[in-house]
């Protein structure tokens, strides 16, 4: 039977504690020693918990999720970080995923770090990087929180209701108009930063601005926790996210929005930063409108959740597609059908455009997953890239 033991990084510490993992609400712990029938228990950081799986590299070292592997297989060199997919321990190579036991068995891997400690490791799209589950980027930000869509698939809603420092509010028409925040600095509850103190109100935490300057270059996903570019987002809110991304100029940042008109818009006023490193996304999930202007911006499409089949004509003068599936458990989900999926791979596939499939098509196109990168975003997470 395997052995059940967790691992985490203690609240505010970079300090790793092993041991048993408990849960109170969005909070976790984790228990180790006993003395006089009393544990040890201390708070740890959700979003760095891992568990062990029962194995060991062949210098003896126990292997937890997270982990970054190194082997080789048929005369090439792999390196990958250790996920559970599907009920399997794999290691994640981004082309391959190996069940970990057979690399252990028969390519003698051996754990090389971590991805929490060792994110440049494991660059472009071999594995998670840095500390965000979303695959194709290195690191997310979120200067800006909160939208108002009311999308019924949303994630980021679910989050930040979990996780909000207040009760979360049905919005009616006068609270949708007039809930926006500005904070200079966070609010603490329960001792900790709230990370969406107002829930899913739209809120500018302008303490976050500078969070990434002086850190090594990677590609970050701006605002993964809102739409920077809704109609309700003032204009200063963008102005002011744009001059932190000119302060840190080594990083490539990434945006996403249900609204691209409003590029087109800023564009049309100057406003719109045609720097390099800028990337304007538009979040397609069935026909709808999108973001293309030449090669006067870098642009792609994030068509996720999939909901329908794709027109060939949406993909063209973009340089890069991201193909995701509905995650959660929502009533009236929808699961993408595979000949969509390869409708959209092969039309990208005839215009030379790089395809990046999401682990959520893992059930429905198999392994290996095509997870592709533009040419501008190759090497981050390792320092690589830009730099000025």
């Not at 490791?121 to 690191?139: A, E, F, P, Y």
Request: some cysteine; charged content about 25%.
């Amino acid at each position: 039977m395997r052995e059940i033991l967790f691992r985490a990084k203690r609240l505010g510490t970079e300090k790793w504690i092993h041991g048993y993992l408990f849960r109170c609400w969005e909070r976790a712990y984790i228990a180790w020693g006993m003395s006089n029938d009393v544990a040890d228990i201390k708070e740890v950081a959700p979003e760095t918990v891992c568990q062990y799986t029962g194995l060991t590299d062949k210098n003896g070292r126990k292997i937890f999720e997270g982990d970054i592997l190194s082997f080789s297989a048929y005369g090439e060199n792999y390196k990958g970080d250790i996920r559970l997919i599907k009920g399997n321990f794999t290691i994640w190579c981004g082309k391959c995923a190996p069940f970990l036991d057979d690399a252990l068995e028969k390519h003698s891997a051996i754990v090389i770090g971590n991805i929490f400690d060792n994110p440049e490791l494991v660059k472009g799209g071999s594995g998670r990087m840095n500390k965000t589950k979303i695959d194709w980027c290195d690191s997310t930000w979120n200067p800006v929180t909160g939208c108002l869509y009311g999308c019924g698939y949303c994630y980021a809603r679910g989050i930040a209701t979990r996780f909000g420092g207040t009760d979360s509010e049905v919005y009616d028409e006068e609270y949708r108009l007039c809930a926006k925040h500005e904070l200079d600095k966070p609010l603490m509850m329960n001792g900790r930063k709230a990370p969406y103190p107002y829930g899913f109100a739209p809120t500018l935490h302008r303490y976050r601005l500078d969070d990434y300057i002086g850190k090594k270059g990677r590609n970050i996903f701006v605002c993964s926790m809102a739409d920077l570019f809704g109609d309700w987002v003032p204009d200063n809110w963008i102005e002011e996210v744009f001059a932190a991304c000119e302060k840190a100029p080594q990083h490539n940042y990434l945006f996403l929005t249900k609204k691209p008109a409003r590029y087109a818009e800023m564009s049309e006023k100057g406003t719109l930063k045609s720097s390099d490193n800028m990337w304007y996304g538009s979040t397609v999930t069935s026909v709808e409108e999108y973001f293309s202007s030449g090669r006067t911006y870098n642009t792609f499409l994030s068509i996720e959740p999939m909901l329908s089949s794709i027109f060939p004509s949406i993909i063209d003068g973009v340089k890069w597609v991201i193909i995701g599936a509905e995650t959660g458990r929502r009533k009236d989900k929808v699961t993408p059908k595979k000949e969509w999926i390869v409708r959209v791979t092969e039309d990208c596939k005839g215009r030379n455009i790089p395809v990046f499939m999401k682990s959520s098509l893992a059930g429905i196109w198999g392994e290996p997953l095509i997870q592709e990168f533009p040419e501008e975003l190759k090497g981050q997470g390792t320092g690589e890239g830009v730099t000025k």
